[in-house]
């Protein structure tokens, strides 16, 4: 114990301690800045023609496919979006998650409250809107610049469905100064454009 201390008090020993505490800090210090360097390149795209292999499955209309289940937007109040582009009221939900199409108030690909620029009021309006297989080209071009922004939320979409579901959500694209919508009356959007700013 004594021998302990002794050698503690000694100037040379300090000074090793304190070199391998530096060697220390300045490796970690550079580890962190390569894996801060290489996640950024990750996410810069380089060639700004490249596209990429997005994994979006579009439905191309009226497919001869029979669906047995559906997915739905699930948490409207009072409307619902099934994944064939048909809005209905929650009472008109099948148990399979489709849309009942005979129920008189059940429409399909309904963009009822959108305006031109893609932006609706309802979400469930845009949803079924954004389903409209002619909106194809539109959501492309979206996920081929999206990949700068918006790469780890686009990506992790499998089809058209769950893009839609994504894109109508309402985003920072949404809001100004980070507490108001710039457009209260058209929130969810579909389009290429965010909402148009409305005077305060």
């Known amino acids: 114990m004594m021998v302990l201390r002794r050698l503690l008090r000694k100037r040379w020993v300090l000074g090793v301690v304190f070199g391998l505490s530096l060697i220390y800090f300045l490796t970690s210090t550079l580890k962190q800045e390569e894996r801060t360097i290489r996640d950024r390149t990750l996410l810069e795209v380089r060639d700004s023609d490249h596209r990429i292999p997005w994994k979006v499955r579009f439905n191309l209309g009226n497919s001869s496919r029979q669906i047995t289940q559906c997915r739905n937007s699930i948490q409207g109040k009072t409307l619902l979006t099934d994944e064939l582009g048909y809005v209905c009221e929650r009472k008109d939900l099948?148990?399979?998650?489709?849309?009942?199409?005979?129920?008189?108030?059940?429409?399909?690909?309904?963009?009822?409250?959108?305006?031109?620029?893609?932006?609706?009021?309802?979400?469930?309006?845009?949803?079924?809107?954004?389903?409209?297989?002619?909106?194809?080209?539109?959501?492309?071009?979206?996920?081929?610049?999206?990949?700068?922004?918006?790469?780890?939320?686009?990506?992790?979409?499998?089809?058209?469905?769950?893009?839609?579901?994504?894109?109508?959500?309402?985003?920072?694209?949404?809001?100004?100064?980070?507490?108001?919508?710039?457009?209260?009356?058209?929130?969810?959007?579909?389009?290429?454009?965010?909402?148009?700013?409305?005077?305060?």
């Not at 949803?127 to 918006?150: I, M, T, Y």
């Not at 939320?153 to 100064?177: G, N, P």
């Open 94 to 200: 099948l148990v399979n998650g489709c849309c009942n199409v005979n129920a008189p108030s059940t429409r399909q690909y309904i963009c009822k409250s959108c305006l031109a620029s893609g932006c609706c009021s309802i979400y469930e309006y845009c949803v079924s809107c954004c389903l409209q297989p002619d909106k194809q080209p539109l959501l492309e071009r979206f996920l081929n610049r999206a990949a700068e922004g918006f790469q780890n939320l686009f990506t992790a979409v499998e089809d058209h469905f769950e893009l839609c579901l994504a894109k109508c959500r309402t985003s920072s694209q949404s809001v100004q100064h980070e507490n108001t919508y710039r457009n209260p009356q058209a929130k969810y959007c579909y389009g290429e454009s965010p909402p148009e700013l409305l005077p305060v």
